[in-house]
């Protein structure tokens, strides 16, 4: 599924999900899902999307969860975009509209996760591709990698606003437009040096890279981390004082926070629950 050479013990064998083209595996706490179509560069079909949706489902209430990893596999692409044969049926603008609708419940579901999300780039990271990557938490990549939305230059079609906006919340504005607009990729040192990207490493240490970001997020607090990215989501246009109030009381007040406390004045790693 990958080309690593320094994978961590501790996943599961995969299984095949959607078709076979999603191959998801485990560890504790942890889920991975690999876009399977090597051949097409892992361009997203229906039964594709459908399949992340649903597993998104099912982990956002899975509180042994947590972190997810998301990745493509065969070594050339974390995912090239839309699989294009899919337009073919299209005849109307609404029917661009629905796409997009689509499109945009599966990305929201993703980033919406409460657990951690890391998106593990070998290759190209295009359209569709990109809109994935820049839905997740933390993205790490080899340094072959490329990422962009040549649409101008090839499809003619557009975005919806909020692909547009969380690419530019990832990669900054400059580069969004760059990558929209002049149809330019930016390859992953670009990317690693505007903050788009935590690392990047050659692929045979790509899983240990991935491996040691969730590694220590099996141990944190699952409430810390949601909160965290509840606030993150909603911006400071979003700050409202009493909606934050009540996350802070859920932390300050819950078993883990307590476990923290009693952990660090022990000098103990503290065992945290979620509860």
């Avoid at 780039?121 to 997740?136: I, Y």
């Avoid at 962009?148 to 690419?167: D, E, F, H, K, Q």
Wanted: with cysteine; net charge negative; charged share 25%.
């Amino acid at each position: 599924m990958t080309r690593d050479n320094d994978a961590r013990p501790g996943w599961g064998e995969p299984r095949a999900e959607a078709g076979g083209e999603l191959l998801v595996r485990e560890a504790p706490g942890l889920v991975e899902v690999a876009f399977h179509r090597p051949e097409k560069l892992n361009a997203f079909t229906d039964a594709m999307y459908d399949g992340l949706l649903e597993l998104c489902a099912r982990v956002a209430v899975d509180p042994a969860v947590r972190a997810v990893v998301v990745r493509g596999s065969g070594g050339r692409a974390f995912a090239a975009g839309n699989d294009i044969a899919s337009f073919r049926g299209f005849t109307t603008g609404a029917d661009g509209v629905a796409y997009e609708a689509r499109i945009r419940r599966v990305l929201d579901a993703l980033a919406d996760l409460p657990q951690l999300t890391v998106a593990a780039v070998d290759g190209v990271c295009v359209g569709g591709g990109l809109a994935v990557a820049t839905s997740c938490d933390l993205r790490v990549a080899t340094p072959a990698s490329r990422f962009g939305y040549p649409i101008a230059r090839t499809l003619g079609n557009a975005l919806s606003a909020p692909i547009v906006l969380r690419c530019a919340e990832v990669f900054g504005d400059p580069v969004t437009r760059e990558m929209l607009l002049a149809s330019r990729l930016v390859d992953a040192p670009r990317a690693l040096a505007v903050g788009a990207l935590v690392s990047v490493v050659e692929p045979q240490h790509l899983d240990a890279e991935v491996w040691s970001l969730v590694e220590g997020v099996r141990r944190a607090a699952p409430r810390t981390l949601a909160v965290t990215k509840e606030q993150l989501r909603a911006g400071r246009s979003g700050y409202d004082v009493v909606v934050d109030d009540e996350r802070l009381a859920g932390a300050y007040g819950s078993a883990d926070f307590r476990e923290g406390v009693r952990a660090f004045l022990a000098k103990e790693r503290p065992s945290f629950t979620g509860q």
